[in-house]
């Protein structure tokens, strides 16, 4: 993800930073700012978040769980109880 954003980085540079973006792009195959552009970004953006969440997430709920679990362990077992009933029950 990295190289993407630098590779976007340096992609908005060449086109949007200098006078002749076009002369520069020639040899690239590139003839001005593509209008996907903004999406790729956004997309980017979605992606690095989500990620970031993700990760978040990941690290925090084991702890949170048994904070939790340790807090009302007998309404935990009593959900258990009453998934197992109802399972057997609809069956």
Do not use: C, E, H, Q
Request: proline content about 2%; glycine content about 14%; hydrophobic content about 55%.
């Amino acid at each position: 993800m990295t190289g993407a954003a630098a590779a976007a980085t340096v992609y908005g540079a060449v086109n949007l930073g200098s006078n002749n973006s076009n002369m520069m792009l020639v040899d690239a195959g590139g003839g001005g700012l593509s209008a996907d552009i903004p999406v790729w970004v956004l997309a980017m953006l979605a992606v690095a978040m989500l990620l970031s969440f993700r990760r978040g997430s990941a690290l925090s709920l084991p702890s949170m769980m048994g904070t939790l679990s340790g807090a009302s362990k007998t309404w935990l077992f009593a959900g258990a109880g009453i998934l197992v009933y109802a399972a057997y029950a609809f069956t």
